[in-house]
């Protein structure tokens, strides 16, 4: 049966009309790709130079060669390797803790038996994600103030400390309140894609297995699960990719004199000698080895998730 | 049916869409109403003032009835660097710019992309006041520091300029003792000082500072709302810069040793001795851990709700309207014995906004009547203070007065009044206001002018502008210091005890780059830098 | 036929609900505090803090900032269309390429393929990129607004694609046999059948262009062709500058200083700040629940995934 099938499908759509169509189809994406993001890609040749705005566009491609001088200004400072720890840490256990949780609530949402509820929920919970980290952040660091913040006290009331803890004064909590504050500022947007595939799935399958005797929560882990696992991996293979990548604004509203070490992250770094100096060179140069590196980890990622999964991006 | 509706839908968005597009493109045409005028674009990174140039605001008509230009104004939102680097690439620099980056000043310098001021005006307006109003104290600054006259400076206050204006009665001693001022110092709060008993004035030594702290400390302060006073508050954001400050130099630290070399700050004894004394504090339980972690916004809102005892750092930490709450006791004498410093710029400031005209301006005998006319005293009352009568008048003693109507006017965003900081002139504002030096605030402090105090020329240690070219390795060695003081500072101050406090500042290590740098720069400007100072 | 519930489905049910409630109000809480804090006396929060539950000295001051000058009507009409125009469009034109590169039978995928994480990954620099901007002759018109951000990125395709590979290519070949083009098949079956992913990514897209200031920052003079999010940044830099001179020049000018102290208003950086980031999220919180609706379950029609 498969093999009548496979035949089938060989000669099924490999014509030369069905191709002009497709790529007819792809015509319009493609120039805006290779207008917006290929042929800018010149722009790198600024990593390997000494190149100064003043020298005008064409300067790019003639200023000097300068010993790969802007990449080794990245490594060379005594942040850099605090700055790839934190960077590392933050994303890893982040998303580690960030994505499970994630689907758990999309399932929880989608389980909800009163649709007005439902919509309650999901009106509301993505709210914080449209306030600006600015002011996320201070609220943030108003809760955790050992001076009278919301959670001293109430650690306090409960008798479970007895002295205000300085949460943002100490290296050791700044992982923690980096991770968890960025998973309730977007845990209800972060829903919305999982929520799709969710509703993506057919609901005659659960009629199916709801006869067979299935529970809901039985349903939810063998039926909605496996069915959304495709996006799931999809999901998980971007944030590998992106473990280099922070959200800069977060950071810097939570960074202080006290907690640097544990706080300076790749992209507060860059921000610092490229903005401060414009040092666009060594800015460039940050960016184009972040690049790199993300392409490879995507490389790996997708490899290993269509060993396991058998699904992948491409 | 529902598609159909979908692709209504969409088509009436997308028509809605392209009507927007129209209108908009074609309405953007705006300024050529004013082809009258001759108009130039101005790029400020820094202003107050409106973008429309409105000529129905008296101020705007002022300006262009007398220089018949009405400038397209820019100010960025934000990244006005960054922006100006785009244009700088695309080689479309705008024909006036205002900027205050000195990276960014020395790009369009190197780059050769700026006119020199006086062979502008002397090209396109050589019978310009410029020439002879202009402070030349100003002039030779900036020719020392930048290479040549390029800019038109802001706020210029100078011997010179002051001898050209001149100032009301009365008021020169005010204005002299002004030059010694600083805006960082040991602050006492007043009322909770009155509480013990104790006179401000009089804690002028260390150990009575201590001791007044540890009073502080012991009687328990409450402000009004009930809450807990902090003894000792300083701004941990900026803890190099505006916490130390005061303190290094209260204690004696000099950038020079015995020998008249150049030694960086760090290495002095007498920093040392300022960071061990904060780091006493802490230890003594005047200084809360938590203000460590806080940020200038916090800190104020402490100091302003009655919150902070004593505060040790600079006036923009304190508000507006609560200054009568602080006193400063004057120079604390370091119980090391070392008498403290105050630098003084021997030479005269070179302004804060820097205002540069591009050689490849379309419009250059209008720009130069534009700079002629508000720069020149017409003007300068024009846009400082508004239209006589209305926003102000003068008194019989040649003294203006504002009105309310000019008060409210000003920074309102619409009239654009005072909103021409680059043209702000400090002596000339001071030469026609008149201010009563009794009332100005006591937060002047003149630590510079008492004799307990040694002056040195703190301009001796300037480097010239651009001698650290950004993204050279002096730079980047520069900045990795100063990334490293940051987070080191903290660490010493709140060091446990007197053993690890020891320990870490021995093994801090920072760099020598930038006593080389400057013993360079010294020795080719031909200066000896032990003898070239004011001194007592 | 589903049975009654059995206790432990309500217990989970019960489980369900708390959390979700405790959710909700760790949700709502922080946008309340931006409100209570806008609507509160600036110089007040100066002095002593943000307030917490209740505005402690209520004044409209901020708000009345921020939608006072009547660039900001021009400001909302060009975002608003700019965000109309974009979303339409390059939610069709993604999702036709993503529909084409999701065919297993398209010659030189892997050429597409390249390109697209290219472009997603490795980034010229904004030179380069306002470079191009210039030479197109898009810089400081309306245009720059639309043109480049009409292909919806990389990342999008990748999750249409996936969506469009899970539908059946049963229904697909039975289509091509009744004789409908590529372009049939994607317009009439798959796009529909889509529905709750191109919901969710379009709501992506809204956001991603309402909020966007820096096109306008960069890519044009910043005059004429302001955006709402342009505006807003604008008005909340200038409050700070103002801070900024007032405070620095408390020691340098102790005229200036004198004066601005007199004309000190109701409101400070903060509160503008606040209010011009609510009225700038009120119309997303608005447009949210319309498309919510297109998550709801299955409209899949026919067979059961094989």
Redesign the interface.
Known sequence: MNRRNKK??YE???DLH??L???A??L???L?????????????L?AFT?Y??????S??FTAEFNNFRNFM?VF????FWPMIKNTLGINLIGQAVIIPLTIV?AL??N???SKR?K??????????H???W???G??V??IL????GLLNVLLQKFGIISEPI?F??REEYFWVIAIISGL?KE??WGT??Y???????????YEAA??DGA???RRMFSITLPSIL??VM?MII?AI?GMLNNNFTQIYVLQ??????ASQVIDTYVY??G??????????AA??MK??F??IL?GAANFTSKKLTN?G?? | MKRKKLLALGTVVIALGIVAAIIITMTSKAPEESEKYAAFEWFLTASALPETWDVEQPVFRAITDATNCTPIVTIPATDADTKLNLMIANNDLPDMMTLTNDDLINELIEADLVWDLGEFMETYLPESHIFEDFPEDVKNEIIRRYGSWYFYPSHIVSDDAAEIWGYPEGTEAYYEALKYSDQFSVFINTAYAAQLGVDVKSVDTEEKLLDLMQQFNKAGLKNEAGADVYTLVIPAEELKEMNMRPLKYQFGTLPYNEEGNYRSEYYAPQYRHAIEFLNKCYQLGYLDQNIMTLDGTSTKTICNSGRAAVYIGGISGLNMGHDDEWQTPGPVLSSAGDSPVFPVRGTTGVGWLKTFISKNCENPEEIARFIDYMSGREGMIVHMYGIEGEDYSWDDQNMLNRTETGKSKVEDSVSGMFGFYAFHHTNFSRSVEYIDAANASDLQISLGSSDKVFRYNSSLFDLPAGYIEAGSDYAFIKNEVNNYVETEIPKLIMSKDEETFNKMYDSTVYDEYVNIVVQEAAAEAGIDLKEAQPGK | MVHGKSWREKTFDIFNTIIMTVLIILSVYPLYYALINSLNNGQDIINFGMVLMWPREFTLESWKTVLGDASVVRAIWITASRTAIVTVLSTFITTMFAYAFSRSYLRGRKVYAALGFVSMYVNGGIIAFFLMISELGLYNTYWVYIIPSLFGGFYNVIIYTSNFKAIPDGLLESAKMDGASEFQIYSRLVLPLSKPVIAALAIFTVVGIWNDYQTTLFYTEGTTLKTLQYYIVQLVQSANALEALKTSSAAGNAEIYQLLQETAGPTSAKTIELAAMLIASVPMIIIYPFAQKHFTQGMMIGSIKG
């Not at chain 1, 042929?39 to 790198?44: A, N």
């Not at chain 1, 202080?256 to 070490?261: D, G, K, T």
Request: no cysteine; hydrophobic share 50%.
């Open positions: 089938k499908r099924f759509g490999y069905t191709q169509y497709l790529h189809m792809l319009p994406g493609t805006l790709i290779i207008v917006f993001s290929i042929i800018p890609l010149f722009g790198i600024i000494n100064k705005p003043a020298m005008g566009w300067g790019i200004q060379r400072s005594n942040q609530f929880l949402v389980e909800l038996t509820f919509s309650v929920v999901q009106t509301t919970t993505y709210m914080p449209f306030l600006s600015a002011i996320y201070g609220l660091v108003t103030s050992p001076d009278g300085s943002m004064a309730l845990l209800g919305i894609i929520l799709a595939a969710i509703a993506g799935v057919d609901p005659e399958m709801a006869i529970s809901r929560i495709p996006t999809i971007f990719a202080n004199s006290l907690n640097r070490m610092q000698i903005m401060q100096q414009f040092q666009f060179g060594v800015a460039t960016n184009l690049s790199v993300a392409l995507l699904t991006l491409f």
